[in-house]
């Protein structure tokens, strides 16, 4: 591989660009101490250790800061990891290190997104969400069955309706069809509303 060019950073940091379009950040002590220079070359056994001496720790320790402060999905994980310009190898690796100590479980952090939401929030928004953060269906699927237990989504819908000030009795044709649009942005199914409307 080719070193195309190395870009200085803040905090002494630089961004050393390959040939093959990959790229990685090292203190400019650390690619000093590799003689790494614009257009030299770079073996993979100096790929390598660069990998397993100083990136590969590095990630791990991000991820674990990371958890630290929040739960995360392992999309999540990954796309912060990314961010923050490590290359794929040093990211899987540092994924498996954390799924190793249960740190991240996309499972686990389905059912409790679900359960901490599932009372003001619908089914599909539940869905919807998730799927977002990059659970997998099967995964949603298998939470909502564990955690997801009221099939009739009435009195979230009826605390939609307390919450906007609606009174069946006295909304004209415009309001209940600006409430009914409203619901189902909030992801209830047609008829639930309907019958509640």
Not at 11 to 33: H, V
Not at 63 to 85: G, V, Y
Not at 144 to 161: F, H, N, Q, T, V
Not at 168 to 175: C, I, S, V
């Amino acid at each position: 591989m080719i070193i195309e060019k190395i870009e200085l950073l803040n905090k002494g940091k630089r961004r050393i660009w390959l040939d093959n379009g990959t790229f990685f950040s090292l203190y400019s002590k650390e690619a000093r101490s590799y003689e790494l220079e614009p257009e030299a070359w770079l073996s993979k056994e100096q790929y390598q250790s660069i990998l397993e001496e100083i990136l590969i720790p590095r990630a791990k320790r991000r991820a674990m800061h990371l958890l630290e402060r929040m739960d995360r999905t392992e999309a999540q994980l990954r796309e912060k990891l990314k961010a923050n310009e490590y290359p794929p190898e040093a990211i899987d690796e540092a994924v498996e290190y954390v799924k190793g100590y249960r740190y991240i479980d996309d499972l686990r952090y389905a059912c409790s997104y679900i359960r901490y939401r599932s009372h003001s929030h619908s089914r599909r928004q539940l869905t919807a969400a998730l799927y977002q953060k990059g659970v997998s269906r099967e995964l949603v699927s298998q939470a909502l069955e564990e955690e997801y237990k009221e099939e009739d989504e009435s009195p979230k819908i009826l605390k939609w309706m307390e919450k906007k000030h609606y009174d069946a009795k006295e909304a004209d044709t415009k309001q209940k069809q600006r409430m009914y649009q409203f619901l189902m942005r909030k992801g209830f199914r047609s008829e639930d509303i309907l019958r509640m409307l």
